[in-house]
């Protein structure tokens, strides 16, 4: 028998670029790859890259460098190594990725990565092969299923993509350009894919998409459906038992999904919905469509039908003509909001998005004071949400045994890390959780009730909800 090939693959960026890399994974599985956790002993190292920010595309150019030293001492001893590049620098930069890094042997952008064999293939034959055109063919109709035992050892919390793309051209992203106009995927395709997942022992799902709840799929009638008539035909799969979705836009919140909020328990209360900026100047800049009071309704729309709902967002400072009284509208926005976490970043400008033509520049000392004054009140209002946790008794999924002996971590319905001390048996249970203390981000308490005894391997569904 042929012995397996080694792959390993190493991810940049969001969430979407993590679920690209496992079907990637199980793209290639047919063709007797199995994944490895070094790059020392692979036969195929794939770089999935991410676009976003300036740094990361470096990163990976750094990251090229050294596989290609690591190519070369393969190749003294004998063995062949291919190096592939994929995701959003892929699309961005493949002609430039060849140049700067001929060792590369394919580079493929993230809407043909169901063509890895073939053009693998034509690596070997041809010495290097680039795919980065949109296809007219849905990807997802193409990529091979992961197998049962594959889907069990990736834990109880999965990503699922239905939606890909953005129409918005925010003029700081690159995102309409690397991943095309939105499509969303047909909610039967999506069920299909849930219901795998759920049989073989997920318990936790997050929908993902660059736009995610502009979602318009087909559904089984024929109609458009929105985001929130599809968690709500999720929520009635057996097994599954919390909803999550990434990444939101304020102009996309509809009726439909503050409803979901209000009437479906497994929806957890956790919304992820970036601004970018408090100053309605800078977000006409940016090409975002809404005002910071447009933002600040949509709060108040969510938390109208549940008062326990929290938020997290992205800012962006040092915009191009950002004035310190832009950024204090910023600080003013996130006082009144109140986050339990927050992604911040200095502007970064990327080639060919118009904001990277704006000539009123922001000193990077000043971006640098900006962003740390930001942080310091993001910081300190996620301390607080953390801290208010210490005295009550809260709901956790289990994932997963902890880094200390006996301890078994799982997530709130916030993502916070909760770890007590219990057995093994409890992964895959949600169960209540009283919090003593905390430690950084993370929760510490113990199980409020009595640890459950363990049942009957019969089903690959971990019950206890």
């Excluded at 219901?195 to 559904?219: C, F, M, P, S, W």
């Excluded at 919905?273 to 977000?283: E, F, H, M």
């Amino acid at each position: 028998m042929t012995p397996p090939r080694k792959l390993h693959i190493k991810s940049y960026g969001c969430q979407m670029n993590v679920y690209d890399a496992q079907r990637m994974v199980d793209t290639l599985a047919p063709e007797g790859f199995v994944e490895t956790s070094s790059t020392e002993d692979a036969d195929l190292v794939i770089l999935n890259t991410c676009h976003i920010r300036e740094k990361a595309s470096e990163k990976v150019y750094s990251e090229l460098g050294r596989l290609r030293v690591a190519k070369d001492e393969a190749a003294r001893r004998g063995r062949t190594m291919q190096i592939a590049v994929a995701g959003c620098v892929a699309q961005a930069e493949g002609e430039e990725i060849v140049r700067r890094a001929p060792a590369v042997d394919v580079v493929v952008g993230p809407q043909s990565y169901h063509h890895l064999p073939e053009l693998l293939k034509r690596a070997d034959h041809d010495g290097r092969a680039i795919e980065t055109e949109f296809p007219a063919a849905d990807k997802f109709g193409f990529l091979a299923q992961p197998k049962p035992e594959t889907i069990r050892a990736r834990g109880i919390s999965a990503f699922v993509t239905v939606q890909e793309g953005c129409d918005k051209f925010c003029t700081f992203c690159v995102v309409p350009y690397t991943r095309g106009a939105e499509v969303s995927r047909p909610v039967a395709k999506i069920v299909d894919d849930v219901k795998r997942l759920a049989d073989n022992g997920v318990r936790e799902l997050t929908l993902i998409g660059q736009n995610v709840n502009a979602y318009h799929g087909e559904g089984p009638d024929g109609q458009s459906w929105p985001l929130g008539k599809l968690l709500e035909h999720l929520a009635q799969i057996p097994g599954i038992a919390r909803l999550r979705y990434s990444t939101s836009h304020p102009r996309d919140v509809d009726d439909s999904l503050i409803a979901a909020h209000r009437d479906l328990p497994g929806l957890m209360p956790f919304v992820h919905l970036p601004v970018q900026s408090g100053s309605d100047r800078i977000l006409a800049a940016m090409n975002r469509k809404h005002t910071a009071d447009d933002y600040r309704k949509v709060i108040d729309r969510f938390r109208a039908v549940r008062q326990d709902i929290a938020f997290s967002s992205d800012f962006i400072v040092g915009f191009p003509g950002e004035t310190e009284q832009d950024f204090c509208a910023t600080l003013a926005l996130v006082t009144q909001i109140g986050y339990a976490a927050a992604y911040s970043f200095k502007y970064s400008a990327r080639p060919g998005t118009p904001a990277a033509d704006m000539q009123e520049t922001v000193s990077l000392v000043e971006m640098d004071q900006r962003l740390e004054r930001l942080q310091e009140l993001i910081d300190a209002q996620q301390s607080a949400f953390n801290k208010a946790a210490i005295g009550t008794t809260v709901d956790v999924l289990f994932e997963r045994e902890a880094r200390n002996a006996g301890q078994i971590v799982g997530r709130t319905a916030y993502l916070q890390p909760a770890h007590v001390m219990a057995s093994p048996t409890i992964i895959g249970k949600i169960l209540p959780v009283r919090i003593d203390s905390l430690e950084r981000y993370s929760l510490l308490g113990e199980l409020a009730t009595p640890e459950p005894a363990q049942r009957p391997a019969l089903s690959p569904i971990a019950t206890g909800a």
